[in-house]
Nanobody, 124 residues
Framework: QVQLVESGGGLVQPGGSLRLSCAASGRSIFSINAMGWYRQAPGKQRELVAA???????NYADSVKGRFTISRDNAKKTVYLQMSSLNPEDTAVYYCNADLFLGSSRQQVAVSSWGQGTQVTVSS
């Protein structure tokens, strides 16, 4: 019913930049509330990196404040993560998440959907 498709991961040198994108699709999507990015490094738990509400309010992990910027295009149902000043500790699989309402104006069901993940590797 709902797909989140991520793109933009890859290998980058320390100090470099990458931009991740995540597009939501599905005919049953009525509206999208919060969208966010999480990451999971080997041997570690998945953690929130950044999130943005439908109104544009943002929240960041302390470790990425000042280096990462999250944004969204509501018309395109897409969320972006601009990552700068990357360091090896940012190496992880990055996952997109969206809290959506499926259905119609008469009735909606709330769901939380995840993308398949995209690898980000920071290494010289």
């Amino acid at each position: 019913q709902v797909q989140l498709v991520e793109s933009g991961g890859g290998l980058v040198q320390p100090g470099g930049s990458l931009r991740l994108s995540c597009a939501a699709s599905g005919r049953s999507i009525f509206s999208i509330n919060a969208m966010g990015w999480y990451r999971q490094a080997p041997g570690k738990q998945r953690e929130l990196v950044a999130a943005v509400t439908s109104g544009g309010s943002t929240n960041y992990a302390d470790s990425v404040k000042g280096r990462f910027t999250i944004s969204r295009d509501n018309a395109k149902k897409t969320v972006y993560l601009q990552m700068s000043s990357l360091n090896p500790e940012d190496t992880a699989v990055y996952y997109c998440n969206a809290d959506l309402f499926l259905g119609s104006s008469r009735q909606q069901v709330a769901v939380s959907s995840w993308g398949q993940g995209t690898q980000v590797t920071v290494s010289s």
